[in-house]
């Protein structure tokens, strides 16, 4: 463990938000703000209502989710060369350090 890691600042923990119940590790109604940057799209379309469910189980009533992720329209889903060409800049984007 890192010798600045504070239990009382960070809350760090593995878990798997479509089984684990987030209340075993965050109080209930207690989170300003939950992030999801592409997180949703990895997980199966009829399992996201329960990793939404969880979340709300933590978030406060006036709290925020914020999250990023594919849509209807996206380059993503253009077939054949719009498509490639999103996904070969994606992977190079992400895998290659100049
Ligand atoms: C495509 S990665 C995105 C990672 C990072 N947010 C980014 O933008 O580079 C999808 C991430 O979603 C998270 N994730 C997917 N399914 C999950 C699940 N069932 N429970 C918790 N996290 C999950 C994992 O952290 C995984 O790394």
Redesign the pocket.
């Known amino acids: 463990m890192h010798k600045d890691f504070t239990d009382t600042q960070v809350n760090a923990f593995v ?4 089984a684990d119940d987030l209340n075993k590790q965050i109080p209930s109604s207690s989170i300003d703000i939950v992030t999801m ?3 949703l ?3 199966s379309p009829e399992k996201m209502p329960l ?1 939404m469910q969880n979340i709300r189980k933590v978030l406060k009533p006036t709290g925020h989710v914020l999250f990023r992720d594919y849509a209807v329209g996206d380059l993503a889903q253009v077939p054949c060369t719009f498509g490639m060409l999103f996904y070969f800049f994606l992977f190079f984007g992400n895998h290659i350090n100049p």
């Open positions: 878990c798997d938000l479509t940057i592409f997180v799209s990895a997980v990793v």
